[in-house]
């Protein structure tokens, strides 16, 4: 079963609630993005763009700070591991996570092409 994520629910305004929903949910992995790829904190196996998908994503935008907006990615593996990956926004964006994300992305737009 799939859970779908919407922006009227009220658990998605902040990220400690939705954090906490989707880990409910069984998304319980924390995920690393290195230069390598994408890493399972747990396990350590290293995933690549082919072998990942970002189930939704939520942007989290500070109340005073503009700094203290954040991204949390929802993500499955090829191999079933359900996990979060969290990225800050701006200057604090890791890049390692923007690149991964991208590579992802353009990935499954090529699939959706052919």
């Known amino acids: 079963m ?6 009227s629910t009220p658990y998605i305004q ?7 929903k989707v880990v409910d949910d069984g998304y319980k992995e924390d995920f690393i993005a ?14 690549g763009p082919g072998e990942v998908k970002v189930v939704t ?3 989290f ?3 005073s700070d503009p700094l ?14 359900k996990g ?13 996570v923007y690149k991964f994300i991208l590579d ?5 737009e090529k699939l959706m092409i052919n």
């Open 104 to 108: 992802v992305e353009s990935r499954s």
């Open 2 to 7: 799939r859970t779908e994520y919407n922006s």
């Open 14 to 20: 902040s990220m400690v609630s939705c954090l906490s």
């Open 57 to 59: 994503s939520f942007r």
């Open 61 to 63: 935008e500070g109340f």
């Open 68 to 81: 203290d907006s954040a991204v949390l990615y929802v993500i499955e593996t090829a191999d079933g591991v």
């Open 84 to 96: 979060t990956l969290i990225d800050g926004c701006g200057n604090l964006a890791d890049p390692f």
């Open 34 to 47: 290195t230069g390598e790829g994408l890493e399972s904190s747990s396990t350590r196996k290293l995933y």
